[in-house]
């Protein structure tokens, strides 16, 4: 169930000092914070004159919404009854609970929670802690003389969280013992993100007198200073924690385990008031530092959009997760002081209160099952049962021999007779022997289970061939479309090819290109035709030119100007020079030659059949390999005689022709590969031959 977390504000008496702040207090019907209560009102008037002692533009009323105003003359006793009381009766039901004190340094949180001291005789001056504990103890009392059979017990831990490490406050120490010195509590998170606290220990109280004198040991051992603003300022924060187990009756295996933690917040301080130094300035930097990651904790939880709540940034976040937004029941009083000097804390100590009041906790009660008591409330019911069969039969104890041969048989032939029994109100009567009647329906069950078996293994035979041979036709029909689509896609990107190798031999000047896929490839292929020259065929290569130089227009090349001077000193170059200047002359010569774009056309469509036909070996290569599976499988189904052989067969020589194909196809892609390198060559060749002839000429002359 969802429960809201509940507010209390207690005001702290002003000891005689006069404040010109106002306030009232009064109730309304509707609660904005909890649906089922009333609220109180706390209505705080500051002059604009008090405030910090200048005229300001400051607001002068404030108004804050609480389950209940404890003010200044409220005693201890009222106090306990209206806020912990009913978070303690549902700890003692099962629910977990948290009750925590907020407030100022010096607003009364530690006389809240624990009174001026727990050695104190004075009843009127206990807090919460002191009255908790004898309250929980006169109810266990109460619980053990009403019912006998129930089962209460009580354990108490105890520890402070100072500068961000926690002590355990019921360690054995020493007096003289430094606080850096003792053991730490390690603070750890399982799989459940369950927090786990080590190094903590746990002491079992059995009455009030042992459980007040764990608390004075702790209360001994805690970290207090004075300060400027309080004479026994807790510099640390406390947690007090309770664990109460209880069972209803030592029969019952249910157990209820909850804790209480009633926790003492050190006093946040403003460092410019109260003007401490040293030690006293880092613990102030500590506390405001964890009350600020808890005021963090606080808004996030309140914020509905957030999915991160920044639970570890402190320790006491960590603790403290379960009653912020977890499974605890929790209240919260926050203590205020009426003096001039602290109306911002008291100010700002109910607002971070109504953000705390937004928190919606799930709350469960915490039963859990004892596996030992368990145990034996199941060893006492199967005696109760071996009584009840005895009494059954008439007082004869039940035999645990196993059955004869002759009652074995009797048994199988009882159950035969059932079976065939054409008549549904045909009984089987075996006495009341249990060991007979298991008997009878261990056979029932293994020829029930045997003629479901059978009949399973029959459907399942005749399923599985029904599906095979659909699922078999499904198959060869899909794969008989892919085939039909594969070879229309094939056809029509060879027709698209042979138009465009059509169109770029006669735009390119070399004639079309012989329909390879029709008739077989001629054995000379034409030559390109060079502008300004003449081809004559050499006797002994038709294919080749017989003399370049007869085929060479007259070249009017201009080397670049950068080169002019060392044509002009041929004669003193070295022959690396010389490889060098020829080189980069070819280079130039090459760039600006009229034949250079057709050689590079050339070379592209070189490259574009080269890929399609490493493409279409690869296709190849697969379609063998499924032609030869296919083969070997329509093998056997001839040999088994199954009639799908027939379909198969036509698959079969389907794929053989669509193989076929592409082996043609390949062919074609060869000769035209052989074509486009041979006319490379020879466009290639007509350029070098060019070069060469220049060069020629260019040496002779500036050698001379």
């Not at 209803?248 to 249910?254: A, F, L, N, P």
């Not at 060893?379 to 007082?395: R, S």
């Not at 007259?554 to 020079?577: G, H, I, R, V």
């Not at 056997?636 to 022709?657: H, K, M, T, W």
Request: aromatic share 6%; net charge negative.
């Amino acid at each position: 169930m969802k429960e809201t977390i509940r507010i209390y504000v207690r005001l702290k008496p002003l000891e005689g000092r006069k404040s010109s702040c106002h306030y009232e207090t009064f109730q309304e019907s509707e609660n904005p914070l909890n649906d089922n209560a009333q609220t109180h009102i706390f209505q705080l008037s500051i002059p604009k004159e008090a405030a910090d002692g200048h005229v300001n533009n400051s607001r002068e009323l404030f108004r804050f919404h609480f389950d209940g105003v404890l003010e200044s003359g409220i005693s201890q006793t009222d106090v306990f009854e209206i806020v912990a009381k009913p978070i303690v009766e549902r700890v003692l039901d099962g629910y977990n609970g948290t009750l925590f004190a907020y407030g100022q340094t010096g607003s009364g949180k530690t006389f809240t929670i624990t009174g001026h001291g727990v050695q104190e005789k004075v009843a009127t001056t206990k807090g919460i802690i002191p009255r908790t504990l004898a309250y929980i103890f006169a109810q266990i009392n109460k619980s053990a003389i009403t019912n006998n059979e129930g089962e209460s017990s009580a354990s108490i831990s105890y520890f402070e969280i100072y500068n961000e490490s926690a002590y355990d406050l019921l360690q054995t120490r020493d007096p003289f013992d430094k606080l850096e010195d003792l053991t730490k509590i390690q603070l750890l998170e399982d799989a459940d993100q369950n927090i786990h606290l080590r190094n903590l220990s746990v002491h079992r109280a059995r009455s009030e007198s042992e459980a007040m004198a764990i608390l004075a040991i702790g209360e001994a051992n805690r970290v207090m200073a004075e300060t400027p603003i309080n004479q026994t300022s807790t510099r640390s924060h406390c947690i007090f924690t309770i664990i109460i187990t209880r069972r209803d009756s030592e029969s019952s295996s249910i157990m209820r385990t909850s804790k209480l933690h009633i926790v003492d917040l050190a006093g946040s301080e403003r460092v410019y008031k109260s003007g401490i130094v040293g030690r006293s300035l880092n613990e102030a930097k500590s506390i405001n530092l964890a009350l600020h990651h808890l005021e963090q904790v606080i808004i996030a939880l309140a914020d509905k959009n957030r999915s991160h709540i920044p639970y570890r940034n402190s320790m006491m976040t960590s603790i403290l997760k379960d009653s912020l937004g977890g499974n605890s029941l929790t209240s919260m009083i926050a203590t205020c002081s009426l003096d001039e000097a602290n109306l911002g804390e008291t100010i700002s100590t109910c607002r971070f209160a109504q953000r705390v009041a937004l928190i919606r906790n799930e709350v469960v009660r915490n039963e859990t099952v004892d596996p030992l008591m368990e145990i034996e409330l199941l060893k006492k019911q199967i005696q109760q049962l071996k009584n009840t069969c005895f009494l059954l039969h008439g007082g004869v104890e039940l035999s645990t021999d196993p059955l004869t041969d002759e009652e074995l048989l009797k048994c199988q032939e009882n159950v035969s007779t059932f079976l065939a029994a054409d008549d549904s109100s045909a009984d089987m009567l075996v006495g009341l022997d249990w060991r007979k009647i298991q008997q009878c329906f261990r056979l029932l069950k293994q020829k029930m289970s045997g003629r479901e078996v059978r009949a399973a293994d029959v459907q399942n035979e005749r399923e599985d061939c029904d599906g095979k041979s659909q699922e078999d036709v499904e198959k060869l029909r899909k794969t008989l479309q892919q085939r039909d689509r594969e070879m229309a896609i094939l056809c029509k990107l060879l027709r698209q090819e042979k138009r465009r190798i059509d169109d770029l031999m006669s735009h390119s000047g070399y004639g079309s290109m012989p329909d390879t896929t029709v008739t077989p490839r001629p054995s000379a292929f034409p030559l390109p035709q060079v502008v300004n020259s003449t081809v004559s065929p050499s006797p002994a290569s038709p294919h080749m030119f017989s003399d370049p130089s007869s085929l060479l227009p007259a070249m009017d090349f201009t080397p670049p100007s950068e080169y002019l001077p060392w044509l002009t000193k041929l004669s003193q170059l070295t022959n690396a020079q010389m490889s060098d200047l020829r080189r980069a002359l070819l280079t130039k010569f090459i760039d600006g030659h009229a034949q250079r774009n057709r050689a590079e056309c050339l070379k592209q469509n070189l490259t574009e059949r080269v890929n399609k036909a490493r493409q279409l070996g690869t296709s190849i290569r697969t379609a063998q390999a499924e032609q030869q599976c296919g083969t070997e499988q329509l093998s056997a189904l001839q040999e088994c005689g199954d009639p799908r052989a027939e379909n198969f067969s036509r698959e079969v020589e389907y794929g053989r022709i669509r193989l076929q194909g592409m082996l043609e196809q390949l062919g074609s892609l060869k000769e035209q590969v052989e074509y486009f390198e041979k006319l490379t060559r020879e466009v290639t060749n007509v350029m070098q031959t060019q070069f060469d002839q220049w060069w020629t000429l260019q040496t002779s002359i500036n050698s001379s």
